[in-house]
């Protein structure tokens, strides 16, 4: 059984940083392209930076150049960077494997709220 722990987020002044982390049991997440989401209020999840296990990584076109997305193999761990955070930002961040037939359960989440 996959599960997910997301950690890391927190209030951030416009223009700050944060740095996510999702750690993964039950997958080797080398093997998968990994995902980080993120659901605003009344929104739909949206993905908004991937991983591929070829290492490419896709982004977002509202957080491309600010967000970073990593992962660390021997910890199972993915990160997401994210610089300049702005007030549209603020959502809970999920992740999770992209592809839905191997889509674990999702976590908790962690909430980003950007904010002066």
């Known amino acids: 059984q996959v599960q997910l722990v997301e950690s890391g987020g927190g209030l951030v002044q416009p223009g700050g940083s944060l740095r996510l982390s999702c750690t993964v049991s039950?997958?080797?997440?080398?093997?998968?392209?990994m995902g980080w989401f993120r659901q605003a209020p009344g929104k739909q999840r949206e993905l908004v930076a991937a991983?591929?296990?070829?290492?490419?990584?896709p982004y977002a076109d509202s957080v491309k150049g600010r967000f970073t997305i990593s992962r660390d193999n021997a910890k199972n761990t993915v990160y997401l960077q994210m610089n300049n955070l702005k007030p549209e930002d603020t959502a809970v961040y999920y992740c999770?494997?992209?592809?839905?037939?191997?889509?674990?359960?999702w976590g908790q989440g962690t909430q980003v709220t950007v904010s002066s």
């Open positions: 999770n494997i992209v592809d839905i037939p191997w889509r674990g359960p």
């Open positions: 991983i591929r296990s070829a290492g490419t990584t």
């Open positions: 039950g997958r080797i997440i080398s093997s998968y392209t």
